[in-house]
């Protein structure tokens, strides 16, 4: 063991001494030597640590790149998002403004405060009873119903949306043709954020597409506040009432600034309010018989077209067929004296 130590030392040494001769000899060499034998040692001794370096920065170079266009994908990706947001957030307050002008008065502006973890069916306001927020009172935005105020202090108020299980609403398809009381879908998945008409009269049938809105008959909403839309029937025990299946005109997560509205607005009425969705509704109807009855009419003038040419047609065979038949077509003089006289060739 100690001459494995005492060797291994003089070789070291011996390393030493040889590295010092070769430092002293390059030292005392022309510089033109002193090139050509680094060159050497380069292409030679040197040359895979030469070539690992440059690999080596080449690796660094890359990585730094692909860092870079990374940031740069992300920071396009962000504002992306962000226009994105505010072109809708700008969107919404329009619309909410466009409402607000059609309301004239009557109601208070309100931001969503954040929610309380768990709570996914409640909304807490940014307007109390200091500006004459009371419990019951309906919260809506430019596309329809929301909710209704539930509980309410001074400076915060907080209500339920149309997804609570207490959310009850009397309402009516916009043609006023169908009546019932629309509730939460009380489903799992994605079936839980859809609404039900139901105690729909048997004779009143729904097609899908029909607006529903609020019928006014209760003491909460006033009539004509869009609530959903119909996309198909429910099959349910009830033999004698229908309902139906509809979808929000309020998705939760379009759910921003809202609009509260106050007791005296909702006994003097939003008649016109929301007219526009109606009327869009109507003239979407509208539009389809229109397109149903005008293809209608050019089928049935095609067909008329045709039947007249093919009666045309048929009178003249029968014309011509009566003619020939009847013997009376005449023939010319010469006709007539062509031929051998009575009595034969004289």
């Known amino acids: 063991m100690a001459r494995n130590a005492r060797g291994d030392s003089r070789l070291d040494t011996g390393l030493v001494l040889v590295c010092l001769v070769l430092g002293v000899i390059a030292l005392v060499s022309p510089r033109r030597v002193r090139e050509q034998v680094a060159a050497a040692?380069?292409?030679t001794v040197l040359m895979p640590l030469v070539q690992l370096e440059a690999r080596a920065s080449t690796v660094r170079a890359a990585v730094v790149s692909r860092n870079d266009v990374l940031q740069a994908r992300g920071a396009a990706v962000v504002d992306t998002f962000s226009m994105r947001a505010v072109r809708e957030e700008n969107t919404t307050l329009?619309?909410?403004?466009g409402l607000s002008a059609r309301l004239r008065d009557g109601f208070v502006p309100a931001e969503l405060l954040p929610q309380r973890p768990g709570?996914?069916?409640t909304i807490t306001l940014t307007v109390g009873s200091d500006?004459?927020?009371?419990t019951f009172s309906p919260v809506v935005t430019a596309s329809g119903l929301v909710g209704m105020v539930a509980n309410?202090?001074?400076h915060t108020s907080s209500a339920i949306t149309w997804a609570h299980p207490d959310f009850r609403v009397s309402a009516m398809s916009v043609d006023q043709t169908a009546f019932g009381i629309v509730q939460p879908h009380l489903a799992t998945g994605a079936e839980r954020w859809l609404l039900e008409m139901r105690g729909v009269p048997f004779r009143a049938k729904l097609d899908t597409g029909t607006l529903v809105v609020s019928s006014g008959l209760g003491a909460t909403y006033p009539r004509g506040i869009p609530v959903g839309v119909v996309i198909g029937e429910l099959s349910t025990p009830e033999k004698w009432a229908r309902t139906y299946l509809l979808r929000?005109?309020?998705?939760p997560e379009a759910i921003g600034p809202v609009l509260v509205l106050k007791p005296a607005r909702v006994q003097q009425g939003v008649n016109g309010v929301w007219t526009s969705v109606a009327a869009a509704d109507s003239a979407a109807r509208a539009v389809a018989v229109a397109g149903d009855s005008i293809a209608r009419k050019a089928a049935f003038d095609e067909f008329t077209a045709r039947r007249?040419?093919?009666d045309s047609l048929r009178a003249d065979s029968l014309a011509r067929a009566d003619t020939i038949g009847g013997g009376s077509v005449t023939r010319p003089d010469s006709a007539k004296r062509v031929g051998p006289p009575p009595?034969?060739?004289?």
């Open 119 to 121: 709570d996914e069916f």
């Open 248 to 251: 929000p005109v309020v998705l």
């Open 152 to 154: 309410t202090d001074r």
């Open 131 to 134: 500006v004459g927020v009371e």
């Open 343 to 346: 009595g034969g060739l004289r």
């Open 308 to 310: 007249a040419v093919l």
């Open 41 to 43: 040692l380069r292409a």
């Open 94 to 97: 329009r619309a909410l403004l």
